[in-house]
């Protein structure tokens, strides 16, 4: 019963991407798709040279890098937020949990500062959500123990830190440049993605995704507590690590792609846990294809709502919060 | 020796919790930990568990420090049945009984059938199959308790240990977990449990371990350690342990302020000397007055 919730939300997901293909400002109906893809298939059919050019561009260079993009940040901060749950024991925590949105915020900002160099901005803002996370770590191992509640306490610290550091380089950043780049780009948004970009962060949050899918039995038992877990014969220590190595990999590369995105690592394993329930095993692939659906909704709204498009870290938090409040009243059965 | 524990000491920061601990038990026996809070039974049954490293001694399996033993082997024979809790997330029951068979799944495994026939088999064992589906948050303590028992099966173990198993529980679940775990002991089973009721210990245990401030007060038989004067000590309270006939006895409190000679006398004035507690006409007395009017004189 509940494995045929993913193959539906998986043909959900296949749908949304069609429909996403034919938003925007062009008019794309499915009948120029089915001939477009009759024309790079078959190399024949109603579409002439010209149209399938135009369509080559439309549909590969502007609208796919930014369907992929939404697909892939969702699926990877859904993940990510519903393995820190369980890891954290804890079903209000989400991906930003340990540092990393705004560690590798704080990376992108301030490589804002200094080069114009896109290449440049990503890399800084993916290896400081790896430091981030390293200095919630290492705060919590400075008291020598393990538990949980010290690297809770790590993460606040290191949050709170990177926070306050992309305050100063918003109050020293150019006003009138740097400023409005940095804070448009806080906010969350697709509109500068690029399919090189997707490919190269792509691959890696997906490697991340899978690699967290696999720890899903895993993740059960952690929930219960360390003592347990132990006695459960798991090595509570390496499985944890690497869930957070693998949970920090994928949602930094999302930072990479789109900026900050909010609310949806918090909200989409709630929502797949009232459809599949709470055992790991098939929350997670649940919560990705929740995810990547949900930003797909999200980024289609960001474009449509008005005649300009609005930053899609807004729509998700604005769109989050009532589905939030929603979904507490209903979801007390999944988390008492 | 089945597990030895040898001179175990630990301490959380300064506070020494166990002193020098050494015991041993033997094979299929089931062994009850006594002793007030803060006396150390918890810690000795996790350090037992390899939850916690001592900072001095060692504790040994079957001959072999468990330290040496690896993870999944170690759980393969000794399983742990914390104590009630309420998990963060309202698994299935089915569920939580399945995660008894991780120790025999490497990363990449998944669980199979035959996983889910032992969990499902352990469950009718324990005569709570019909609950597998149900959110193990939404049973009741017994029967959370029984589906952990359920899990420390299914982890094939044959020794269980067991932190207070019966605390939480209405008094009708905490004898049907004391049969529980006379079943288990009679299919040859290791139990190991604290407990903070004396007369458990006597029904279901073999032996009794007497703990207080970190050290063994007292280590032997059940019915020969736990006595009025033992449990004296330990709690610092006066206790009666009477026979109760079929080779039962029941621990009640012995002091004067319970054992009022003038509860039953009807007649002549109050001359008390001492407080008692009186319960009378619904209504609770306690003091030297509890007993006033109708008190014969001492």
Wanted: proline residues 4%.
């Amino acid at each position: 019963m509940k494995p045929s919730i993913l193959i539906i939300l998986c043909a959900v997901l296949g749908l949304m991407c069609c429909l996403s293909l034919t938003l925007g400002k062009y008019p794309v109906g499915i009948g120029d798709m089915a001939a477009f893809f009759l024309y790079k298939t078959a190399g024949a059919g109603p579409m002439g040279v010209a149209d399938a050019e135009l369509m080559e561009n439309l549909l590969f260079d502007i609208r796919l890098p930014r369907i992929l993009a939404a697909m892939l940040i969702g699926a990877a901060l859904s993940t990510s937020g519903a393995s820190f749950q369980a890891l954290f024991t804890n079903p209000l925590v989400s991906p930003k949990m340990l540092g990393v949105l705004s560690g590798a915020s704080f990376g992108a900002v301030s490589a804002m500062l200094f080069t114009r160099s896109w290449f440049v901005v990503q890399a800084s803002a993916a290896a400081f959500g790896f430091i981030a996370v390293g200095a919630a770590i290492g705060i919590a191992r400075l008291y020598r123990t393990d538990s949980i509640i010290m690297l809770v306490l790590g993460g606040i610290i290191s949050e709170a830190l990177f926070t306050s550091l992309i305050s100063i380089v918003k109050y020293v950043a150019d006003p009138y440049d740097d400023l409005p780049a940095i804070t448009y780009w806080l906010m969350g948004n697709l509109s500068f993605v690029n399919l090189r970009t997707v490919t190269i962060a792509g691959v890696p949050i997906l490697a991340g995704v899978f690699a967290l899918m696999l720890y899903g039995k895993h993740l059960n038992v952690l929930s219960l507590g360390d003592e347990e877990a132990h006695s459960l014969g798991v090595n509570i220590r390496v499985i944890r690590y690497g869930i957070i190595f693998f949970a920090t990999l994928a949602s930094t590369l999302t930072v990479v792609i789109g900026g900050m995105v909010g609310w949806v690592g918090l909200i989409i394993p709630h929502v797949a846990r009232m459809l599949v329930g709470p055992n790991n095993i098939i929350l997670l692939p649940a919560s990705a294809l929740l995810g990547a659906i949900y930003l797909l909704l999200a980024d289609g709204l960001s474009r449509l709502l008005f005649s300009f498009e609005i930053p899609i870290g807004i729509v998700t938090s604005l769109f989050g919060i009532p589905f939030f409040l929603y979904i507490l009243r209903n979801a007390k059965k999944g988390w008492s | 020796m089945f597990i030895r524990v040898e001179n175990i000491s630990f301490s959380y920061g300064k506070k020494e919790v166990l002193d020098d601990v050494s015991l041993s038990f033997r094979r299929g026996e089931v062994v009850s930990l006594l002793g007030p809070n803060g006396s150390g039974k918890t810690t000795l049954l996790k350090v037992l568990l390899g939850i916690l490293k001592p900072s001095r001694g060692r504790v040994l399996f079957e001959g072999a420090p468990i330290v040496a033993i690896g993870a999944k082997r170690f759980a393969r024979r000794v399983a742990y049945v914390p104590q009630l809790h309420h998990g963060a997330f309202s698994y299935s029951v089915l569920d939580v009984v399945l995660m008894g068979r991780m120790p025999y799944k490497n990363f990449f495994s998944r669980f199979t059938r035959r996983d889910n026939e032992i969990a499902e088999s352990m469950l009718e064992k324990l005569g709570i199959v019909h609950l597998k589906h149900k959110p193990y948050t939404e049973i009741s303590g017994g029967e959370r308790q029984l589906t952990l028992i359920a899990r420390a099966l299914a982890q094939g173990a044959d020794t269980f240990i067991m932190d207070e198993p019966i605390t939480g529980l209405d008094y009708g679940n905490q004898i049907r977990l004391l049969e529980q775990i006379m079943v288990l002991s009679a299919e040859g089973h290791t139990v190991i449990k604290s407990t903070h009721f004396p007369d458990h210990a006597l029904w279901v245990s073999d032996r009794a371990v007497l703990m207080k401030d970190g050290t063994v007060a007292a280590d032997g038989t059940a019915s020969g350690e736990i006595t009025a004067g033992n449990l004296g000590k330990l709690y610092n309270i006066p206790v009666r342990v009477m026979d109760a006939g079929n080779g039962f006895s029941v621990c009640i409190p012995s002091s004067k302020k319970w054992e009022c000679t003038c509860r039953d006398r009807k007649n002549g004035p109050a001359h008390h000397k001492h407080d008692c507690f009186r319960k009378e006409g619904g209504e609770t007395r306690a003091g030297k007055t509890a007993c006033s009017g109708e008190g014969k004189k001492e």
